[in-house]
């Protein structure tokens, strides 16, 4: 067994695996993170990290919303759009040809696209200074295609896509 080296903290969080990444609707505005983070299964939540610059900053500390919407492979040239253009100045649902469609139970838009489409009430805001202020969301309605599977899911690693690999027993 070899000896395991001293890093530097920011060095330590790169060695992490990818986390996945989302395409994630506040408002009409869609914006790509990796910043997600699973929080309870009692009552369902879940956290996304903006950083307070982004124009979806502003807009989810007024609409208190937001949809938690998973790409496939095929959707990674809008996801890639997404994560490189602000909602300040491109209409991204027009620019990326993706669609729409009203949330039930929140205000914010869903991705047709997307197989997996969860909508998600703020229930609660983390801020301790770093780069993200973390939203907590409550899942209060999910949306899954029949055809779906958790393989199917992109991945990212520090500028690289990815998607999952075997499973080991």
């Not at 610059?53 to 502003?58: A, L, N, T």
């Not at 790409?71 to 491109?90: F, I, M, N, W």
């Not at 969301?137 to 949306?143: D, F, R, T």
Request: hydrophobic content about 40%.
């Amino acid at each position: 067994m070899s000896q395991k080296e001293e890093l530097t903290p920011e060095e330590g969080l790169m060695t992490l695996p990818g986390f996945p990444v989302v395409l994630v609707c506040v408002d009409k505005n869609i914006l790509t993170l990796a910043a997600v983070s699973f929080f309870s299964f009692v009552k369902p939540t879940i956290m996304i990290g903006i950083v307070p610059s982004r124009y979806s900053f502003e807009l989810i500390k007024k609409t208190q919303d937001f949809s938690f919407n998973l790409p496939t492979s095929e959707l990674l040239p809008a996801v890639k759009y997404c994560g490189s253009h602000s909602g300040r100045d491109y209409n991204k649902f027009a620019e990326t040809g993706l669609t729409p469609i009203p949330g039930k139970k929140i205000t914010s838009f869903l991705i047709e696209e997307c197989p997996v489409s969860l909508e998600c009430k703020v229930i609660n805001e983390i801020n301790q200074g770093g780069t993200h202020v973390w939203f907590i969301g409550e899942i209060v309605i999910s949306h899954v295609r029949q055809d779906y599977s958790r393989n199917q899911a992109i991945l990212y690693w520090p500028r690289e896509y990815r998607t999952v690999g075997n499973i080991i027993k």
